[in-house]
């Protein structure tokens, strides 16, 4: 799966603090991911990420 910028993505297991919605911050070899809920950032391979992810919304061209 292709991730961009900005995206939603909304994990099957829920984060530390409860959390389970994720922003994507940065892509590349790895994609860095913010807690939309306490604001921590983490780093995911594409692997990992794609065995995490349980829904993705792509970022709409109205939003940008």
């Known amino acids: 799966m292709v991730y ?3 995206s939603k993505i909304i994990s099957k297991k829920p984060h530390a603090c409860g959390g389970n919605e994720w922003q994507v ?3 590349g070899a790895d994609v860095k991911l913010k807690c939309l809920k306490c604001g921590r950032s983490v780093f995911f391979s594409i692997d990992q990420l ?4 349980k829904q993705y919304f792509p970022l709409k061209e109205k939003d940008v």
Do not use: I, Q
Not at 50 to 53: D, F, G, I
């Open 4 to 6: 961009e910028l900005n």
């Open 25 to 27: 911050v940065r892509v």
């Open 50 to 53: 794609n065995k995490m992810t």
